[in-house]
Structure formats: C-alpha cells, structure tokens
C-alpha cells in the first residue's frame, strides 16, 4: 500500500508564496496520475490540480490558474505545487492523492494552508 505524505504547508499572508510537497512510498510512483486536492472548513473537499504520470499534461481548478502550478520528479517520487499570490479563500487543508484507474485511491494526511488578509 502506497503511503503519501505531504508537507510545506504554514501560514502566509495573502499575495505571498507556497510550495507543498508529496512524497510517496514505494516504485510505481511514475505509473499514476497524481493531484492536489483541498478541503476548507465546513466544505466538501474540492479538486485543485492533476498531472499525468509522465508530467507532460496538467489540468486546473479555475479558481487557481495561473496562480499555482503542480509538478512532479519521477526520480524523487514526489509531485509538488506551487502557490503564489495566494487568497484568503485559499485557507484549507490541502491533500496529495494517487489515481489508480478511475479513482482516487490513496491519500496523503493533509497539511493546512492559511492565508492571512
């Protein structure tokens, strides 16, 4: 069983800068989809990004194009996101996930992203 874990989440004033990091057990890292999830306070979690297995492809929630970008190194077993001019309503916690087939199968434990006005 995968293990993902996730880290660089804190706290940072709005328009300021975050990277997390999800670093995953095991060798079959490079033959999944991997994304960034989050989950605010008294809401449903919510979809933010997703890169193929090779990188070559990567798809958005609306609300953050342009403003963070998910990456991954097969080699390191670690899929990131980047996060800049970050919102308040970006305040949640944030969650790596691997997709195995049509389903997100397994899931980091999360780490909390707050964002100050």
């Known amino acids: 069983q995968v293990q993902l874990v996730e880290s660089g989440g804190g706290l940072v004033q709005a328009g300021g800068s975050l990277r997390l990091s999800c670093a995953a057990s095991?060798?079959?890292?490079?033959?999944?989809?991997m994304g960034w999830f989050r989950q605010a306070p008294g809401k449903e979690r919510q979809f933010v990004a997703v890169i193929t297995r090779s990188g070559d492809n990567t798809y958005y929630k609306d609300s953050v194009k342009g403003r963070f970008t998910i990456s991954r190194d097969n080699a390191a077993n670690t899929v990131y996101l980047q996060m800049n001019n970050l919102k308040p309503e970006d305040t949640a916690v944030y969650y790596c996930?691997?997709?195995?087939?049509?389903?997100?199968?397994?899931w980091g434990q999360g780490t909390q992203v707050t964002v100050s006005t």
């Open positions: 996930a691997r997709k195995g087939g049509s389903d997100w199968s397994n």
């Open positions: 095991g060798r079959t890292f490079s033959l999944y989809a």
